[in-house]
């Protein structure tokens, strides 16, 4: 298949197209390399692609989801299969100090992804949702039967914002999509503004962490491995139209139209401090941690019911905590040479 994946530069698009190129489809990668986080992160994911051995199935365009025309004639040009969306403007916190950047990346660059599969007869779009948009959810774990009207960040907004304009495509037009709803990525090329990430950089130079909620989270924390083999699933379980889906008792996760939502996750959430703990076991080194308070836009827990995706493409995360986190710590020490 040809395949487009959008954010190939960042921590999972980059991952999702090794994956395609490696058993043998045709992957057009684009990506803006902003400055969100360090650009030397980015450029290095392409370059690990560029060097692997399927190299020839992969081919990189820089360019940003938002910039209408320039995506127009990359549909025109290519005739996609599928689409994999991974591009967005990412962070909770980021969102508050730089509201116009989610607008122009989340909600304009995503209707432009609509409109090109709508006119090219894209036969399947997999696109990036969140677990941010259960926001003051508060039952546990989360479902995609669950209401998520009520997100605490612009992020989370756009996120749902996403699912809602998926919807009207897929029920105008018939386009197959899938919302994946990822909850807490982690893992080796992971992204620096993340927990992980910045908590062992911290560690490693004898810095002090700082730990929200006075370190009352629970996260469902979720390896790379298993994120890219539930994306991979779901492109091939091409989303269909639900015959008994009901109007008046209406599935939030499914639709008379070909549409899905699904958490994608690991189903274990673990407690930060637990998490922190692991991590000074893996780094040989105990943190200095500085506890406080809740920060605006967040969410004490996140818990992932993923029985849906497991039922329909037979996902099972299988990476233990302990696992991931030493598998990206080894990484780090590597490719920062510390």
Not at 186 to 213: C, H, Q, S
Request: a negative charge.
């Amino acid at each position: 298949m040809k395949i487009l994946v959008t954010g190939a530069a960042g921590f999972i698009g980059a991952a999702v197209a090794q994956y395609l190129i490696n058993r043998g489809d045709c992957v057009i990668g684009i990506d803006n390399i902003n400055d969100y986080y360090d650009v030397k992160l980015k450029h290095a994911r392409l370059e690990k692609i560029k060097a692997s051995d399927a190299a020839a199935n992969f081919t990189f365009i820089k360019m940003g989801v938002e910039e209408r025309d320039k995506m127009a004639l990359l549909f025109e040009e290519h005739n996609f299969d599928r689409v994999v969306h991974l591009a967005a403007q990412a962070g909770v916190r980021y969102s508050i100090e730089n509201p116009n950047a989610y607008v122009d990346s989340n909600l304009v660059g995503f209707v432009n992804i609509l409109e090109g599969c709508r006119h090219q007869g894209v036969k399947h779009l997999v696109y990036a949702s969140s677990s941010s948009v259960y926001g003051a959810n508060e039952t546990m774990p989360f479902s995609e039967q669950h209401n998520v009207d009520h997100q605490v960040s612009l992020y989370a907004a756009s996120k749902k914002a996403n699912e809602l304009m998926a919807h009207t495509y897929s029920h105008l037009y018939q386009l197959p999509t899938t919302g994946l709803r990822f909850f807490t990525v982690y893992g080796p090329w992971g992204r620096p503004d993340m927990a992980l990430f910045k908590f062992t950089k911290a560690i490693l130079e004898g810095k002090t962490i700082d730990v929200y909620n006075y370190g009352n989270h629970r996260r469902d924390f979720t390896y790379i491995d298993d994120i890219v083999e539930g994306v991979v699933r779901a492109l091939d379980n091409v989303a269909k139209p639900n015959e008994q889906w009901d109007g008046h008792n209406p599935d939030p996760s499914s639709s008379k139209a070909p549409y899905r939502v699904y958490n994608i996750g690991a189903q274990t959430p673990v407690h930060l401090l637990s998490f922190i703990e692991t991590l000074e076991k893996a780094l040989g080194i105990e943190a200095k941690k500085d506890l406080l308070p809740m920060q605006p836009g967040d969410v004490p827990d996140t818990y992932a019911d993923v029985s849906a995706l497991v039922k329909d493409t037979g996902y099972q995360p299988t990476t233990t905590v302990k696992t991931g986190i030493e598998a990206f710590v080894n990484w780090y020490r590597d490719f920062y040479q510390v």
